[in-house]
């Protein structure tokens, strides 16, 4: 099984609508992160939680918002799609060990459309 | 804040070797990176680089880091069509905890 999971796989919705996509992790690590990736734009980062009481901003937040309901789910919503918004959504995770090069795990993504 | 580049796209032929350079703004960076990602599927890493090296070598693999130009490189030998991917660089900023990926490098490899 994957240590790290992405639902849905694939979305397609209208403008407007809320959206909620949910990233799940077998692999105990406290840090979690969401991307987006989109062609010539490489992955930008929208929101990141070292914790489950620790939620930080990235650098593309704004029309997303994220809960991390456990250590183990971290999930990212858009509140109102826009088209702007059609992007591959990736979720990873990372241990941290003082010293250690902590490599991240990524899902494998979800493909949103905004009609 | 930190900033990555890299080229958008490299072709090579089979057997030959592909080096795919990146640039950084981040001087505090500890650990670069090198991500794979291939056709519908999320990043890899491929391998790391801690910032005190200046070269690491794993296989066909060997990084090349100048840190007083925030230059990191991946050079592929006897590179095959497997090796058809994206490639991301990326920097850790120890401060933040975070990292920062670059645009990422199509590598096309022809037979």
């Known amino acids: 099984d994957a240590d790290v999971t992405q639902t849905p796989r694939n979305r397609i919705t209208k403008t407007g609508k809320r959206i909620m996509l949910e990233c799940s992790q077998t692999k105990g690590h406290d840090r979690m992160y969401w991307y987006r990736q989109d062609p010539g734009l490489g992955l930008r980062l929208i929101y990141y939680?070292?914790?489950?009481?620790?939620?930080n901003k990235g650098e593309i937040s704004d029309g997303y918002s994220v809960s991390r309901q456990a250590q183990a789910k971290f999930s990212l919503s858009l509140e109102s799609a826009i088209p702007n918004q059609t992007a591959l959504y990736f979720c990873?995770?990372?241990?941290?060990?003082?010293?250690?090069?902590?490599?991240?795990?990524f899902g494998p993504g979800t493909r949103l459309t905004v009609l | 804040g930190e900033d990555v580049e890299q080229s958008l796209f490299l072709s090579v032929r089979e057997g030959d070797s592909s080096v795919i350079n990146c640039t950084y703004t981040d001087s505090s960076s500890t650990y670069l990176y090198w991500y794979k990602q291939e056709p519908g599927a999320g990043l890899q890493l491929l391998t790391y680089i801690f910032s005190n090296m200046d070269m690491k070598q794993d296989q066909r693999l060997t990084v090349l880091l100048n840190k007083k130009d925030k230059h990191l490189s991946l050079r592929i030998a006897d590179t095959q069509t497997g090796d058809s991917a994206i490639y991301f660089c990326a920097e850790k900023d120890t401060n933040a905890g975070k990292s920062t990926f670059g645009d990422g490098t199509t590598l096309t490899v022809k037979p």
């Open positions: 990873a995770t990372s241990d941290f060990k003082a010293g250690s090069y902590n490599e991240q795990f």
């Open positions: 939680s070292f914790d489950v009481k620790d939620i």
